[in-house]
Structure formats: C-alpha cells, structure tokens
C-alpha cells in the first residue's frame, strides 16, 4: 500500500495554498480597486494639451491602475539592467 500526502491528492497537483500578508494586500488593493471602478461609470470630459475627449471614468481608473501595474513591475526589472561580463 502507498500512502499520499495532502499534497498529492487528486485535485490538488502538489501545490499548497497559503494565505500570506502579501497576497491578503494584493487582494484588499483589488477589492477597493473594482469597488472605485464599477462606482465611477460617468462620462467624463479629458484635455491633455491641445487633445481632449470623453471617456467614462471607470476606463480612465482601469488604464491609471494597468499603467502603475506595468511601472511597478517594469522599474525593478530595467533597474537590475543587463549583467555585465
């Protein structure tokens, strides 16, 4: 007879799942984020210089949160540049 862990029972492909302070932030930060989306869903008027034009406030905060998202990530990663030789 074998016998299995917790880890290796069907369903479960050996991966446990732990609720850390990091992932319960990321979690909390997503909440409010949706919250502040779906509740902003009024047109809104944007003037970037000589550009202008309107968009509902919901896709503004969506493109505001992807564009932190892309910075957050892409900032350590270009500061650790290319190893040298």
Known sequence: MSQTRPADTP???GVRFRWTPKLI???VLLLVSLILIFQN???VDINVLFWGFTARLAWVLVTAFLAGALLG???PWLRRGV???
């Open 11 to 13: 369903g479960s492909f």
């Open 25 to 27: 932030a990321w979690l």
């Open 41 to 43: 869903w009024d047109l």
């Open 73 to 75: 990530w892409a900032v």
């Open 83 to 85: 190893r040298r030789r």
